[in-house]
């Protein structure tokens, strides 16, 4: 019996967190969607809804573990669209494709491990940092290309994209769905992770604690930067041709993703179950208003509302908690006279 009541107190708790509220959130606009927008419920368009979005889901994963840290990184979409220009450039210029591949990812991890040396190492403000790399990399990747598209990719790179790899399953959500499950084991179950959300709470602590800080954060950079240019090249390969301004925007998807997930916006807690379930929220809204006709311009607006509630909504949460548990201890501290 005792089991059972530790069983169903745990249930209940996790349905009265913020994971339990998005969680009825996404039911909500599930039972929205299906009774307005024909074809919601369709295997292709349930598919097709990650497809569209995949290369920001990929980089919500490790945006998660940034953020957690207490850092941020808004330089990921220029990255993923220098990876994917200087790809296509070289193989313009001549170079094999493979080798103009390699470039790309390595152009990645070399982005990384800038943004992690000023942040990590120097110690400036990873917002001031990625702020001024989103725009330096993304005037390196115009650059690059100019004002013009470059296509012509090697078939087999193109049916990547855009065909399916096994069933009506593409190759990039086999990609998100490896890339998720490595960082929830290792974020959540790993002693890694666990270093993760000692930074977050306090660098002071953490060092303390024995934790090298600088080398948690440079390798979250490096991490960053690399699965950025993946991301880019995934793009690259569905839409089949790439320009100067591949990803643009991308950061406000990836950081309200991340936030609605139940991240906070300081550092120190969250979790990927809840990313995972603020990824669904964003994907089904975005699919349903498309369907249902809305524009891109009123698609954003919503989004935008939907990261001011992301970063209001936890904390909201967390303060009535907190009053809650302040009262139960007065009132059993200072029981009512009989």
């Known amino acids: 019996m005792q089991d059972n009541a ?15 509220f998005l969680l009825l959130v996404l039911a909500v606009v599930f039972v929205i969607n299906a009774i307005k927008a024909p074809g919601y419920l369709g295997v292709g368009n349930q598919i097709n809804l990650f497809v569209l979005s995949i290369e920001k889901v990929i980089m919500v994963v490790t945006m ?26 070289l193989y313009r210029d001549g170079t094999s494709f493979g080798l103009a591949l390699a470039a790309a990812m390595l152009v990645g991890v070399a982005c990384g491990a800038f943004n992690g040396f000023w942040i990590a190492r120097v110690g400036l403000n990873s917002l001031v940092v990625t702020l001024s790399t989103l725009i330096a990399f993304r005037g390196l990747a115009r650059v690059l290309v100019g004002d013009t598209s470059i296509g012509k990719f090697p078939a087999w790179f193109n049916n990547l994209g855009q065909q399916d790899l096994v069933g009506p399953i593409p190759f990039s959500l086999i990609v998100f769905v490896v890339i998720y499950l490595a960082g929830l084991i290792i974020l959540q179950y790993t002693a890694f992770g666990r270093s993760v959300y000692v930074i977050g709470n306090s660098n002071q602590v953490a060092r303390y604690s024995g934790i090298k800080v600088r080398r948690v954060k440079f390798l979250l950079y490096l991490a960053s930067g690399t699965v950025a240019a993946l991301a880019g090249i995934l793009l690259a390969a569905r839409f089949g041709a790439v ?9 406000l ?32 809204v975005r699919n349903g208003m498309s369907l249902a006709g809305f524009s891109g311009h009123f698609q954003t607006g919503v989004i935008g509302v939907l990261l001011i509630l992301s970063v209001l909504g936890p904390n909201l949460v967390k303060q009535a908690r907190e009053s809650l548990s302040r009262k139960r201890m007065q009132q059993a501290q200072n029981p009512p006279a009989a």
């Not at 530790?6 to 339990?20: A, H, N, P, Q």
């Open 6 to 20: 530790g069983f169903l107190s745990k249930v209940w708790r996790r349905l009265m967190s913020w994971e339990g």
């Open 253 to 284: 998807d990836i950081i309200t993703m991340v936030l609605l997930g139940g991240v906070s916006i300081f550092g120190g807690s969250g979790s990927l179950y809840g990313v995972l379930l603020s990824i669904l929220i964003i994907l089904n």
């Open 243 to 251: 320009r100067g301004d591949l990803a643009y925007g991308y950061e």
């Open 64 to 89: 998660t573990f940034l953020i957690i840290s207490g850092e941020i990184d808004l330089s990921v979409p220029s990255i993923m669209g220098l990876s994917a220009c200087l790809m296509a450039a």
